[in-house]
């Protein structure tokens, strides 16, 4: 089996600072993707931000300029730094992954429980 769990989410003021973390752990022979979603009240769920295992970035317009996707890939491990935040960015936000697993071989996509992040205007 493969989870991915993330951590780093909590309460903000506006214009500050916060970083996720999403570890991907279990059978993985070799990861196509690992993205960042949200989902705020009311809405439906958004990409924010995608790493590839080769290391392409992509981001949401919304965000382009204020968050970075980064990962250590070694560990399975991607990181969101999410700086300048606004009050729009207040959502739960949750870790994608899209992997190739072995034993038996097959592609799995898993999601993670997600983490809040509120920040305060």
């Known amino acids: 089996q493969v989870q991915v769990v993330e951590s780093g989410g909590g309460l903000v003021q506006a214009g500050g600072s916060l970083r996720l973390s999403c570890a991907a752990s279990?059978?993985?022979?070799?990861?196509?993707?690992m993205d960042w979603y949200r989902q705020a009240p009311g809405k439906q769920r958004e990409l924010v931000a995608a790493i590839t295992g080769g290391g392409r970035t992509s981001y949401a317009d919304s965000v382009k300029g204020r968050f970075t996707i980064s990962r250590d890939a070694a560990n399975n491990t991607v990181f969101l730094q999410m700086n300048s935040l606004k009050a729009e960015d207040t959502a739960v936000y949750y870790c994608?992954?899209?992997?190739?697993?072995?034993?038996?071989?097959?592609?799995?996509?898993?999601w993670g429980q997600g983490t809040l992040v509120i920040v305060s205007s």
């Open positions: 994608y992954a899209d992997v190739v697993v072995i034993d038996p071989y097959r592609y799995l996509e898993v």
């Open positions: 279990g059978s993985i022979f070799s990861i196509n993707t």
